[in-house]
């Protein structure tokens, strides 16, 4: 995989909503009512994050009569799946810089104590 198409299907999943959109269709198709409603968001909005899953490739869609079902697509997760993984060498040592939490909520309680 190229690295401009890894650093557009990371763009493409840089927003909370498209992950979770992403998670959601882990467990099958789904419509863009069924995702709207299972993210608390309205339908317009999962038809726009729909659109930029579907432009990199991460999601396909399927007419079935009225209603369009959105799936993942796993040869493009697998394909980033393999290169994420390359790009991350594998240390006998470790690396220290990954060992500690990087979560949102432990930055915030770092940058009080410290900023």
């Given at each position: ?24 269709l882990t467990g099958g198709p789904l419509c863009v ?83």
């Amino acid at each position: 995989m190229e690295d401009i198409e890894i650093a557009e299907l990371a763009k493409a999943l840089s927003s909370e909503t498209r992950v979770a959109i992403v998670r959601l269709l882990t467990g099958g198709p789904l419509c863009v009512n069924a995702l709207a409603e299972r993210l608390g968001v309205s339908p317009s909005a999962v038809s726009q994050h729909l659109r930029a899953l579907k432009m990199v490739r991460l999601v396909g869609a399927d007419r079935r009569g009225y209603y369009v079902h959105y799936s993942l697509c796993p040869p493009t997760l697998e394909r980033l799946s393999l290169a994420l993984s390359s790009l991350a060498p594998v240390s006998p040592v470790g690396n220290r810089c990954c060992d500690r939490d990087t979560s949102a909520a432990t930055r915030s309680k770092e940058e009080d104590n410290y900023g």
